[in-house]
């Protein structure tokens, strides 16, 4: 059974502090992972994609996988009270196969 | 451009019936994929359709079926509505079958 499980929230952090979201998965069929973000009583927004090994920054979020600890993160630096919601990370091997989400809260 | 569309937005039925959501994707995708999502939980997989055939199926039960028609457009149908069915149902697009996957706003269905 596929699994992806992420850190157990809710997770709060301070206005402008980094926020750490960890995502961990079993089935290492999994090639392509990604974070969405989901306010509450809104549908999933993807926010960033990561395929190989290593460092993806994009704007204040910056997404880490390690495919030999099977192992993917996301840092949002500067974080902004806008930034409150529920992170989804998702690992796409032969289906897509979402974790049960962080709840983060940033706090002005 | 226009995302993805879902039509209903909310939906009230009541234990035993029958409900079919429908789903327009991205234009040039040609993957639409089907989730459920109860509050608190992440979404779970039900179906993946690619070029019009099914490609991957999740712990559903068979009162649960899909289709994509010629426009890549996809219907779900849940037959004999059980309370547990209640949830929000998104449908997700994506260019093929491992590609970034884009969501619509999702049909809120509430069984009565």
């Known amino acids: 059974q596929k699994e992806v499980e992420q850190n157990s929230g809710p997770l709060s952090v301070p206005e402008g502090a980094i926020a750490s979201l960890n995502c961990t998965y079993s089935d290492r069929v999994s090639q392509s992972f990604f974070w969405y973000r989901q306010y509450s009583g809104k549908s999933p927004e993807l926010i960033m994609s990561i395929y190989s090994n290593g460092d993806k920054e994009d704007g204040r979020f910056t997404a880490q996988l390690n495919k030999a600890s099977q192992y993917v993160s996301l840092l949002i630096r500067d974080s902004q009270p806008s930034d409150s919601a529920t992170y989804l990370c998702?690992?796409?091997?032969?289906?897509?196969?979402f974790g049960p989400g962080t709840r983060l809260s940033v706090l002005p | 451009d226009a995302g993805v569309t879902q039509s209903p937005t909310h939906l009230i039925k009541t234990r035993g019936q029958h409900v079919t959501l429908r789903c327009s994707p991205i234009?040039?995708?040609?993957?639409v994929s089907w989730y459920q999502q109860v509050l608190g939980q992440g979404p779970q997989f039900i179906f993946q359709?690619?070029?019009?055939?099914?490609?991957g199926r999740g712990n559903f039960p068979d009162r649960f079926s899909a289709r994509q028609f010629p426009n890549y457009s996809s219907e779900l149908n849940v037959n004999a509505l059980l309370l547990g069915d209640s949830a929000l149902y998104l449908c997700a697009s994506s260019y093929d079958l491992y590609n970034e996957q884009f969501f619509g706003p999702g049909t809120r269905l509430t069984v009565l």
């Open positions: 359709y690619y070029e019009k055939e099914e490609r």
């Open positions: 234009s040039g995708h040609k993957s």
């Open positions: 998702a690992a796409s091997g032969q289906n897509f196969v």
